[in-house]
């Protein structure tokens, strides 16, 4: 009984000696690199190409002058249920950051993308060039409406 208290006694004396030097289990440490909030195209090697109106069935998109605010608080729903899993405003993430997206891409271009994702991905230069950027994953057909795609699309203008 004594020997064990003993052990006991010295095992307690060793474990409470300095941590400084311990390590606790499995220890990664990294610096965070700061981002830049505004999205960058220079970070991207994605050509920018404004005449491409992508392959689907918006042919023209004409946006007002203002922003019709009720129409994008419909896309902003629906945004943050179909496509914020890929998709951030200012950063990127699965896919490209969204913020700014007018000035890469066609309005035309953004809906084709949003309602025929797989087609664009087989015959669109630029977004067989996004597929590639980002590791081949590719965005999926959430079976988006006109209606809605132009929602999200309004939506895509205020950011």
């Known amino acids: 009984m004594k020997k064990n208290l003993l052990i006991f006694f010295v095992t307690l004396i060793i474990s409470c000696g300095s941590n400084e030097n311990k390590?606790?289990?499995f220890e990664y440490?990294?610096?965070?690199?700061?981002?830049?909030?505004?999205?960058?195209t220079e970070e991207s090697s994605t050509p920018i190409d404004?005449?491409?109106k992508g392959l689907g069935?918006?042919?023209?998109?004409?946006?007002g002058e203002f922003i019709d605010q009720d129409l994008?608080?419909?896309?902003?729903?629906?945004?943050?249920?179909?496509?914020?899993?890929?998709?951030?405003?200012?950063?990127?993430?699965?896919?490209?950051?969204?913020?700014?997206?007018?000035?890469?891409?066609?309005?035309?271009w953004v809906m084709n993308?949003?309602?025929?994702?797989?087609?664009?991905?087989?015959?669109?230069p630029i977004a067989i060039a996004l597929l590639k950027e980002y590791n081949n994953i590719m965005m999926l057909n959430?079976?988006?409406?006109?209606?809605?795609?132009?929602?999200?699309?309004?939506?895509?203008?205020?950011l």
């Open 72 to 108: 994008a608080n419909k896309g902003a729903s629906s945004f943050n249920r179909k496509c914020t899993a890929c998709h951030m405003a200012g950063r990127k993430l699965i896919g490209p950051a969204m913020k700014g997206i007018y000035d890469r891409r066609s309005p035309e």
């Open 57 to 63: 069935p918006i042919k023209e998109a004409n946006f």
């Open 50 to 52: 404004l005449k491409n």
């Open 142 to 158: 959430q079976n988006i409406t006109k209606d809605e795609a132009r929602s999200i699309s309004e939506y895509l203008r205020t």
């Open 113 to 124: 993308m949003i309602l025929n994702p797989v087609g664009m991905l087989k015959k669109d």
């Open 23 to 25: 390590k606790k289990g």
């Open 29 to 40: 440490n990294r610096t965070q690199k700061k981002e830049n909030k505004k999205y960058n």
